[in-house]
């Protein structure tokens, strides 16, 4: 116990410091942000090689407070478009899955470990709408290519499917709005119920020091310097 605060301290003793070169402002939006942002829902992309669709995801991830966003590449290596993204990925969390042969398998096992439902995104016989969905667990939301959508592993592999009823000619909603679409009503659903769905104050913690390292130039140089004096 000693040993996890001594380490807890190090690290708000760390983020002191970097707070120092950071506007008050800027600080001031960090904590705003970090009390809206949540680890409840999340996001995998599984093979998206459009990094303009995939990078709109993002957008709409950050607007709508998702944290984490897990990035499986079978065949294709996710680049993001900074174009499409404006700045998003720099205050999200990107997990990539890109060194084994069935990434989307590992993805999978990762997210079961930390108590997350698969919810894979794709029309099935078993599926469930927006207004369905419980979220009495964690979520994860599983979103496929715009053309081919999600693997057959994704959907063998999934726990639960979500679709969106459509009353058009075309299929589907490109992966860009089914997202922006799901993301926006499954967060107001989430926020609006008794379910506790925040950050906890070790998360804030290090996603805080994080941002504050994108923020800052060359801030690896002084993380360093900063740890070897409170170390030494």
């Excluded at 190090?10 to 120092?20: G, M, R, T, V």
């Excluded at 990078?55 to 065949?75: F, K, M, P, W, Y």
Aim: glycine residues 2%; charged residues 25%; contains cysteine.
């Amino acid at each position: 116990m000693n040993q996890y605060i001594s380490y807890t301290q190090k690290k708000q003793a760390l983020l002191n410091h970097l707070l120092k070169f950071i506007t008050v402002k800027r600080n001031s939006l960090f904590d705003k942000v970090l009390s809206k942002r949540t680890r409840h829902i999340t996001v995998v992309l599984e093979d998206i090689y459009q990094s303009q669709n995939a990078s709109a995801v993002l957008r709409s991830c950050d607007i709508t407070g998702i944290q984490d966003v897990h990035i499986i590449e079978n065949n294709y290596e996710y680049a993001v478009n900074p174009d499409v993204a404006l700045g998003s990925f720099k205050w999200l969390n990107l997990i990539k899955y890109s060194e084994h042969n069935t990434n989307t398998i590992a993805a999978f096992n990762k997210l079961r470990s930390e108590g997350y439902r698969i919810v894979a995104t794709t029309p099935h016989k078993n599926d469930q709408t927006l207004e369905d969905i419980p979220l009495d667990k964690k979520v994860a939301l599983v979103f496929g290519t715009e053309l081919t959508g999600l693997s057959t592993t994704a959907i063998e592999n999934a726990d639960e499917y979500l679709n969106i009823p459509m009353f058009g000619f075309t299929e589907s909603f490109n992966i860009s709005v089914s997202a922006a679409l799901i993301l926006y009503n499954l967060t107001n659903k989430l926020r609006n119920s008794a379910i506790e769905w925040h950050l906890t104050e070790e998360e804030k913690l290090d996603i805080k020091i994080e941002w504050a390292k994108r923020t800052i130039d060359r801030s690896d140089v002084m993380v360093r310097h900063f740890l070897k004096s409170y170390n030494s």
